[in-house]
């Protein structure tokens, strides 16, 4: 914040209110004082960066995800016990089972080991991938503000406003491909599970514990190409617009 009062200029602004929400800074009155600017200009240059105040509160960082039992197994070598050939004759005999029952039982576990082993396992690579995602969301926020703003520029006003669309579309290709990235070296490194697994997986573990980034429409890459193309779209556009604003200048 004591930088964001010293260098509140117009030009490093944004960025610096942008870095002061990464910081956890995340009080409009308090950005606005130490900005010296109104509200309407801190929620302006919030949205300027990719930042929505009413969703974006997450703090800096990549989140964490936890390592977790499932129905009590580690998913590593303290499971051995548990898992030995011998467990099924203790079952029958502890529990007064039958060879199935102990037998389901402990393919149970299996199950369960299987599941905790692959979450364990992948928690810090689907950390990065979330961290990934929330990142190029908000590029693309940045990328959609500043389309906004060159659509509606005056003549006078175009080229800095173009300037900042194309700087905004490096900035959420960039995201992109560092999503891109992470989320193929989840899908390569982490592999999935079976579909037992997965099963008491989902009935063992609650819902804000569980990686689900799997489960998403388009992969990141195909997201990826979309916008690349959206982009050149609005790349095209943009040289109407100001082939018509400069021949209703010269006119």
Do not use: C
Not at 54 to 64: A, E, L, M, S, Y
Not at 208 to 215: E, G, L
Not at 217 to 238: C, I, K, N
């Amino acid at each position: 914040m004591a930088a964001l009062r010293a260098w509140a200029e117009p030009g490093l602004r944004a960025r610096l209110i942008k870095a002061a929400w990464d910081a956890g800074n995340q009080n409009i009155n308090e950005l606005t004082e130490a900005a010296r600017v109104d509200r309407k200009t801190v929620y302006a240059d919030l949205a300027a960066e990719g930042i929505d105040p009413k969703t974006d509160r997450t703090q800096g960082g990549t989140p964490v995800i936890e390592s977790i039992t499932v129905s009590g197994m580690f998913g590593d070598e303290r499971d051995n016990d548990r898992l030995s050939m011998a467990e099924v004759a203790r079952l029958r005999d502890a529990q007064d089972l039958t060879l199935e029952q102990a037998q389901w039982v402990f393919t149970e576990r299996l199950n369960a080991h299987e599941a905790a082993a692959w979450h364990n396992k992948v928690a810090p690579m689907a950390s990065v991938v979330i961290d990934r995602n929330r990142e190029a969301e908000r590029a693309l926020r940045k990328w959609d503000t500043a389309w906004e703003a060159l659509s509606s520029a005056k003549l006078s006003e175009w080229a800095a406003a173009h300037h900042r669309f194309i700087i905004a579309w490096d900035e959420a290709r960039e995201a992109l491909n560092r999503q891109t990235a992470a989320w193929e070296r989840l899908m390569k490194e982490g592999g999935k599970l079976s579909k037992d697994a997965r099963r008491i997986y989902e009935e063992a573990v609650s819902d804000h514990k569980r990686i689900d980034v799997y489960d998403q429409g388009d992969t990141p890459g195909a997201f990826a190409e979309g916008m690349e193309a959206q982009h050149q779209h609005r790349a095209r556009l943009a040289a109407q617009t100001l082939r018509a604003l400069s021949g209703a200048s010269e006119g």
